[in-house]
């Protein structure tokens, strides 16, 4: 039997999911698990996106390599896609989600440009990542938080801590 929840933090890069996951990790005790560390880690790729400069995950590889984790409980996943991993694995999904302005900033800072560069803040825009956490898990698991300010952070750490802590004593 799981006793600690499973947490996904997913969004368009550049929303402040590490920045959340790490510190979510410090205060819970949870598991943090940043996907493209753990792919770069074990080389789990296949190929390389000459389009976008970047490796191509080997998404079965990834999910082979999580699964018992995941099983065991009480991980934070911070990834920016969602519907590779199994609907199982969640018990909460958090898109999160950040201004345009500061998301171009953000990008723009981590060395951006071009085409990597409209593409991730036109998903931003269109709302993709949610969409996407939308069909690949249950409504009523994926919650949007903004994501704008050092106070947005904050307050998004307190709100889930707390539903953490509430799921705990539901499930224990």
């Known amino acids: 039997m ?15 999911k590490t920045t959340l996951g790490k ?40 999910v082979d390599e999580l699964d018992e984790s995941m099983e065991e409980g009480g991980v934070i996943v911070d ?12 018990h909460i999904v958090f ?7 500061q998301l171009y900033t953000r990008l723009e800072n981590r060395g ?6 409209q593409d991730n803040v036109q998903c931003e825009i269109f709302q993709i990542i949610y969409e996407e956490a939308m069909e690949a898990y249950q409504h009523e698991i994926v919650h949007q938080l903004q994501n704008n300010t050092p106070e947005d952070l904050e307050q ?10 509430q799921w705990m004593k539901d499930h224990n």
């Open 112 to 117: 951006y440009t071009g085409k990597k560069l």
């Open 95 to 101: 898109v999160l989600r950040t201004d345009n302005a």
């Open 23 to 62: 510190e979510l990790a410090k205060r819970t005790g949870l598991t943090y698990i940043n996907v493209g560390e753990l792919a770069q880690e074990g080389q789990l790729y296949d190929g390389f996106d000459e389009e976008y400069q970047c490796p191509v995950l080997d998404e079965d590889r990834v």
């Open 156 to 165: 998004n750490l307190e709100q889930i801590i707390q539903w953490t802590e």
């Open 2 to 16: 799981i006793r600690r929840p499973n947490i996904l933090l997913t969004g368009t890069p550049g929303v402040g």
């Open 79 to 90: 990834y920016h896609g969602c519907d590779l991993f199994p609907e199982r694995w969640f």
